[in-house]
């Protein structure tokens, strides 16, 4: 009897620390939406003051190799190679690195763009795989193509800055589209502040929207139910998020499919690591570490007007490959660097943004989904007061509805003018719904990634997505 009463009192009391849990981290996502609001207006205000265009033909504008690692991208490789060759830049070479692919995405790039293949020297200050060959276009002088073995997306982007040129590269998502002046704004980081080793582009759903040659056409809300809960879902985890950490030099990723990096920092930490998913995360936390390591003055930015679109998966199949492996990502990230947790040598990263994403962001999903099972059953057993449970249900229901309204304000900040008030009014009301059942079951996929981890890890997986609008 007294082992009943002793399992009966934690799992009331585990109850309640669930609620407390859920509430506080709602309550921190919240100091996060108004941070980054009084952040994102100060930054817009700033920012359409300054004519960044005048630069667009300046000589003190860094060069800029642009590495896209394809795996079998045939759908979009040829149409994202075009779409970046307008972008409006002074100086830049575009890199497409074919790992291996088993489809048309060599042929197709080869024959669109007239290419040859050349003989060339490369200096391998990475390690890599092996490097079949390099081919070159006279009628497309800044663009080269690379066929390799198969390695993976982070041995790929290795290969791609051991061939690079220029002082500054990005990666680019084969299915991502750039803002035409995407990378001069995104460029101007490095060119205001020396210090700058990296600097992160916001990404934005492009379900639904219309992108010519780099420029958004149209925004139209997407057909699927689960494409519109993303683009809410994208306003706030991409965005506001982001804009937080970065007040305080803290931030931890800079999205795989749009981050600018300083080539010779990456050189100096050994590139991408390869064997994990989640390498645009792991690059970074390795960035902040080394640096602190060599106590060099550093910034890691994120700017949320260099806009760079991507078409996010269209079944919920798809979306759940894709949180796990995020979670998966995070979790080998945070493991590989368990030393910097609570470790004052790492300033911030290491007493605030590192704690914060072990305790809400990897286990937080965990004690979510406890209380999603726990306290219903304790409220059937007669073991929790119904006037508690409502209010609780209620508070955290609110609270959502207030994070993601929020987010909607913050993204008008960012990219006004893009929806009519038609269009703002039903992305709000699906800011509402999405907290009825998408949120928690994006927060069981995340749970079935730390409990997938071992057997996942090294698994990237293909997501089925639909080709741009032009």
């Not at 979009?76 to 972008?87: A, D």
């Amino acid at each position: 009897m007294g082992f009943l009463n002793a399992v009966r009192s934690f799992i009331i009391v585990f109850n309640y620390f669930c609620m407390a849990f859920t509430i506080l981290l709602n309550l921190i996502y919240i100091i996060q939406l108004f941070v980054s609001l009084v952040r994102v207006h100060k930054n817009y205000n700033k920012t359409f003051s300054d004519d960044f265009h005048s630069y667009a033909d300046s000589d003190n504008l860094l060069p800029i190799s642009l590495i896209i690692p394809a795996f079998n991208e045939e759908e979009n490789i040829v149409q994202n190679v075009r779409s970046l060759m307008k972008i409006n830049y002074p100086m830049f070479e575009i890199i497409v690195v074919n790992d291996g692919s088993t489809d048309k995405t060599g042929e197709l790039v080869i024959n669109a763009f007239h290419m040859h293949k050349i003989e060339t020297s490369i200096r391998s200050q990475i390690p890599t795989q092996k490097i079949e060959a390099v081919y070159y276009s006279k009628k497309f002088p800044n663009l080269l193509y690379v066929q390799k073995e198969n390695g993976g997306k982070s041995d790929a982007l290795n290969a791609g800055i051991n061939i690079s040129r220029y002082p500054l590269f990005t990666c680019l998502d084969a299915d991502s589209r750039l803002e035409k002046d995407a990378l001069l704004r995104l460029s101007m980081e490095f060119i205001k502040d020396s210090r700058t080793v990296v600097a992160g582009g916001l990404v934005r759903i492009a379900n639904g929207s219309k992108i010519v040659d780099g420029e958004l056409k149209g925004f139209s809300m997407p057909k699927k139910i689960i494409e519109r809960f993303q683009i809410v879902e994208y306003y706030r985890s991409f965005l506001m998020g982001r804009v937080f950490w970065n007040a305080s030099n803290s931030l931890l990723i800079v999205s795989g499919a749009f981050g600018l990096f300083r080539k010779q920092t990456v050189i100096d930490v050994g590139g991408y690591k390869i064997n994990t998913v989640g390498e645009d995360m792991e690059i970074i936390v390795r960035i902040h570490r080394y640096m602190k390591k060599k106590r060099k003055k550093y910034r890691v930015k994120f700017d949320e007007f260099s806009i760079c679109w991507t078409q996010g998966p269209m079944s919920m199949k798809d979306i759940r490959s894709q949180r796990r492996r995020w979670q998966i990502g995070l979790m080998d990230t945070l493991i590989s660097h368990f030393g910097m947790t609570f470790n004052p040598r790492y300033g911030f990263v290491g007493l605030l943004s590192v704690p914060y994403n072990w305790i809400f962001e990897l286990f937080g999903a965990v004690v979510e989904v406890i209380g999603y099972f726990l306290i219903p059953f304790t409220l059937i057993m007669g073991e929790l007061n119904m006037f508690f449970f409502v209010m609780y249900f209620l508070l955290s229901v609110a609270l959502g509805v207030i994070l993601s309204e929020g987010s909607l304000v913050l993204e008008q900040y960012t990219h006004r003018a893009a929806m009519n008030a038609k269009q703002s009014i039903s992305i709000s009301v699906y800011a509402i719904l999405e907290n009825f059942g998408y949120r928690q079951m994006i927060t069981l996929f995340r749970v079935e990634g730390i409990l997938k981890y071992r057997k996942l890890r090294k698994t990237w997986g293909k997501i089925k997505r639909k080709e741009f609008e032009q």
